[in-house]
């Protein structure tokens, strides 16, 4: 069945126009005034509404297991909460053990999002280093629509890797086209303060945030940065906190080195005050990392997003509910780490972007959508309202209010760190594969028909960057001495 929104303006990161937008077999077959509803149509009035590429959430983890417990957002629940957030694409994480095959973790994650409404798509993340691994990155990359694979350098003795793998691991990213990705804090120090915090009977989550300063995520993003930049590769910071971090992307990017930065909802509007709550449970709510900085790294976020330091949006989303973060009760080191924001972060975005004059509504769909289908190599695709394009929409409503709430929310886990806050601006309809899956505050949603969507590896932006690094390659100096005339 055919579906076309009428009265609407459309917002492009590059273009708005007031325009009806024609979608059928989940693809937009025509945006344009006054356009006819074929016979049998599904008609929706977006009344003066805007019409939007459906945002796309590069960074979440549904059902991942993590510090000895399990996320308790899975991926129907996870999708459809995202579907009601106004996001039609999550780009979620294949997280291997280490020592366990890159492939077995993809094909586990994959059966695991057999449940999801709406569509997904992985990055795979390195967590060790082999001939096994670089060969299956390649197969990853060419056989399974896989063209970005994650570093983590914090979880010392869990996930985390080393300079020698981060610098192999971005080499075969280079050779492959693939983006690679990396979670910017120095693990080691981290650890080290963490023994030392402890062995002070500092235990609670107020000690959190003094285990993981500014300066261990700064260090750890410009040495990623460092490493990328000699082996000749592009690098994506996810997650970035913090003014240290952003200074090492914005001195990279203006010695023209391609270096991307995310950066979540929640750091751009919490901040580091919540660590001092002196009840246990809601302090131990917001443990996550890179953890809520002080007020001033929030303006550097915005100043990013704008200045374009930083490029995309995020979540991070990443659920534990009380009981599971009681696991730290006696030791903060072992709160699972992570908060929610999938079905929040665009109103956040809007409300404290748009609406505070922060953000124009063509970059506010630039960091919820376009750049990141830009990045992962998912554009027109998606991110852009155009014939051709995917039918994956939101109808956003401006004017729109809500107060955030996990009493309200669709999300699995009872706690959200935007909890009160009132927003304006909400989607009003979401599409999703050219149906109407979110409308009047209802979910229009069906366990397992979301969609794997593969993402071709780059070979444009990696041509060119093999190019320059052949041209820039240093030659071998030659042996013949100077005087002797070769024949
Ligand atoms: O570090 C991540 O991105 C995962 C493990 C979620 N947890 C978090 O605190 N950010
Ligand atoms: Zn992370
Ligand atoms: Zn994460």
Redesign the pocket.
């Known amino acids: 069945m055919s579906l076309l929104i009428r009265g609407g303006t459309v917002v492009n990161a590059d273009y708005t126009t007031r325009a009806d937008v024609l979608c059928d077999g989940g693809v937009i077959q025509a945006v344009g005034p006054d356009l006819e509803a074929p016979a049998g149509a599904r008609v929706v009035d977006a009344g003066g509404a805007l019409v939007m590429p459906g945002g796309i959430d590069p ?1 979440t ?1 549904m059902e ?1 297991p ?1 510090m000895g417990t399990v996320a308790s957002e899975n991926f129907f629940t996870g999708t459809a909460a995202g579907l009601a957030g106004g996001n039609t694409l999550i780009i979620d ?1 294949v ?1 291997p053990q280490p020592q366990q095959s890159l492939l077995e973790a993809y094909e586990q994650w994959r059966r695991k999002a057999d449940k999801a409404c709406g569509d997904y798509t992985f990055h795979v993340a390195v967590t060790w280093w082999s001939d096994q691994v670089e060969e299956e990155m390649g197969v990853l990359a060419r056989e399974h629509g896989v063209n970005s694979f994650k570093h ?1 350098m ?2 010392k003795n869990a ?1 985390m890797v080393e300079d020698d793998v981060l610098m192999q691991s971005f080499r075969r990213c280079l050779e492959l086209g693939a983006m690679p990705t990396v ?1 910017a804090e120095n693990g080691e120090v981290v650890y080290l303060m963490q023994k030392a915090l402890l062995e002070a009977g500092i235990t609670g989550p107020e000690a959190h945030p003094l285990s993981r300063p500014a300066e261990v995520e700064g260090e750890a993003a410009n040495r990623a940065i460092s490493i990328a930049g000699m082996v000749g590769a592009p690098l994506y910071v ?2 970035v906190s913090c003014k240290e971090a952003l200074e090492a992307i914005a001195r990279a990017r203006a010695a023209g080195q391609r270096v991307y930065g995310e950066v979540l909802a929640q750091h751009l509007v919490v901040d580091d005050s919540v660590y001092r709550n002196t009840d246990w449970a809601e302090a131990a709510a917001y ?4 953890p809520f900085r002080p007020k001033h790294h929030q303006d550097a976020l915005w100043a990013g997003l704008v200045n374009g330091t930083a490029q995309t949006t995020a979540t ?1 989303h ?1 659920c534990f509910c009380a009981d599971q973060k009681a696991m730290g009760r006696e030791d903060f080191t072992r709160i ?4 929610a924001g999938i079905e929040h972060r665009m109103s956040v975005l809007w409300s404290e972007g748009v609406r505070k004059g922060r953000l124009t509504p063509q970059e506010f769909v630039a960091l919820t959508s376009t750049n990141t289908a830009q990045i992962f190599n998912l554009y027109p695709q998606r991110g852009r309202v155009a014939p051709g394009c995917d039918a994956a929409l939101v109808v956003w409503d401006p004017n729109g209010t809500q107060t955030l709430s996990a009493k309200t929310h669709h999300q699995n886990v009872d706690f959200t760190v935007f909890e009160g806050m009132e927003v304006t601006g909400i989607p009003a309809v979401t599409v999703s594969d050219g149906k109407v899956v979110w409308e009047n505050g209802q979910l229009h949603v069906e366990e397992g028909v979301g969609r794997y969507i593969p993402r071709p590896t780059f070979p444009v932006v990696f041509d060119a960057i093999n190019i320059r690094n052949e041209v820039l390659r240093p030659r071998p100096v030659s042996r013949t001495p100077s005087h002797e005339v070769t024949p």
Do not use: E, Q, R, W
Not at 287 to 290: F, R, T, Y
């Open positions: 960074h983890h991942l993590f994480f997280i983590f914090a979880y996930i979670h996810v997650h443990v996550m990392s890179p991070d990443c699972p780490n992570g908060t």
